[in-house]
Nanobody, 125 residues
Framework: VQLVESGGGLVQAGGSLRLSCAAS????????MGWFRQCPGKEREFVAA????????LYANSVKGRFTVSRDNAKNTMYLQMNSLKPEDTAVYYC???????????????????WGQGTQVTVSS
């Protein structure tokens, strides 16, 4: 199983970026996927999650109303549309997959089974 993030970069505050997470090696139609981020010297934190089958979503309070997580079944790809970006959104963003796909969407790192390598997002003020 491989998860590959793309779409990171440098953007000014107030701008937008769309991250992609392409999955290969298996389909995630019955599973959940999530986005996390990590700033230097800080713990990796939950950003958003989506249940592949239903499209149900969950967001961290810090990004609610600005970020949107979605998925494309045909492309086996998850997206994170990030609008109204702030300097504090600067981090390495990781996608992850949780193979269980039941119960509440999960927000803790250890509850996810597969991880991508990360993509850097830098928001300048």
């Amino acid at each position: 199983v491989q998860l590959v993030e793309s779409g990171g970069g440098l953007v000014q505050a107030g701008g937008s970026l769309r991250l992609s997470c392409a999955a290969s090696g298996r389909t995630f139609s019955g599973n959940d996927m999530g986005w996390f981020r990590q700033c230097p010297g800080k713990e990796r934190e939950f950003v958003a999650a989506i249940r592949w089958s239903s499209g149900s979503t969950l967001y961290a309070n810090s990004v609610k109303g600005r970020f949107t997580v979605s998925r494309d079944n045909a492309k086996n790809t998850m997206y994170l549309q990030m609008n109204s970006l702030k300097p504090e959104d600067t981090a390495v963003y990781y996608c992850a997959a949780d193979i269980r796909g039941w119960g509440n969407l999960r927000t803790l790192q250890h509850e996810y089974d597969y991880w991508g390598q990360g993509t850097q997002v830098t928001v300048s003020s």
